[in-house]
């Protein structure tokens, strides 16, 4: 397709458990991003893969989250030992270099 | 790190009524996008805008960088422009993560 995909589109894990989100931005797109939705915080940044340099990871809330980019495309985080606060909708967005980011529809992700 | 305040916070239009949405930020930008959230959850690219004016169709912006603020214009409202429009703006300088507004929730009724 001709937009970012994420899957799955909805998610629904029990608390402790680990979860992993993937990510398919547009071809060609050297940069890619997450961030999260959640009801009290808002739209946050999360990591921002550009090309081959190292990530930024600045936005990670807790060392039981990371990402990996693979091939310099798809994408998957992964949230390890889930927690009830990690319910958000994880959005995936991908640009080329430093231009307009364009977002996927999001993960919904429900802690039990 | 960068504020980002957008304003008002909500707004009910009457279907064809025009408004103008503003976001304010603290310092410099070389990235400003503009964002429309609808009922699904979807984010749609409205505007990609670090300076200047854009139009398309009923909508319009205008980013005036120097004096750090940029506002959005809907013409015309349809129910279909209702939902959350976010500013997000990346500082002069930063890597090109995004730093959000809270949201502007618009209602346009018919």
């Known amino acids: 397709g001709a937009g970012v995909s994420q899957s799955p589109s909805n998610k629904v894990t029990e608390k402790g458990k680990d979860v992993e989100l993937r990510c398919d931005p547009i071809?060609?797109?050297?940069?890619l991003y997450w961030y999260r939705q959640s009801l009290g915080q808002g739209l946050e940044f999360l990591i921002y893969?550009?090309?081959?340099?190292?990530?930024?990871k600045s936005g990670l809330p807790s060392d039981r989250f990371s990402a990996e980019r693979t091939g310099g495309s798809v994408s998957t985080l992964t949230i390890q030992r889930t927690q009830q606060e990690d319910s958000a909708v994880y959005l995936c967005?991908?640009?080329?270099?430093?231009?307009?980011?364009?977002f996927g529809d999001g993960t919904r992700l429900s802690i039990l | 790190g960068i504020q980002v305040e957008q304003s008002p916070p909500d707004l009910i239009l009457q279907e064809g009524a025009n408004s103008t949405l503003r976001c304010n930020f603290s310092?410099?930008?070389?990235?400003l996008q503009w964002f429309h959230q609808n009922p699904w959850g979807q984010l749609i690219n409205l505007f990609y805008?670090?300076?200047g004016t854009k139009q398309n169709g009923r909508l319009s912006a205008t980013t005036v960088a120097t004096e750090r603020y940029s506002l959005l214009y809907i013409s015309s409202s349809q129910t279909t422009d209702s939902g959350v429009y976010f500013c997000?703006?990346?500082?002069?300088?930063?890597?090109?993560?995004?730093?959000f507004g809270k949201g502007i929730t618009l209602s346009v009724r018919p």
């Open positions: 967005a991908s640009s080329l270099a430093a231009a307009s980011q364009h």
């Open positions: 997000a703006v990346t500082p002069t300088g930063a890597n090109s993560k995004l730093t």
């Open positions: 893969f550009q090309g081959n340099s190292a990530p930024d």
């Open positions: 071809s060609g797109h050297t940069a």
């Open positions: 805008i670090p300076s």
């Open positions: 310092d410099s930008v070389n990235n």
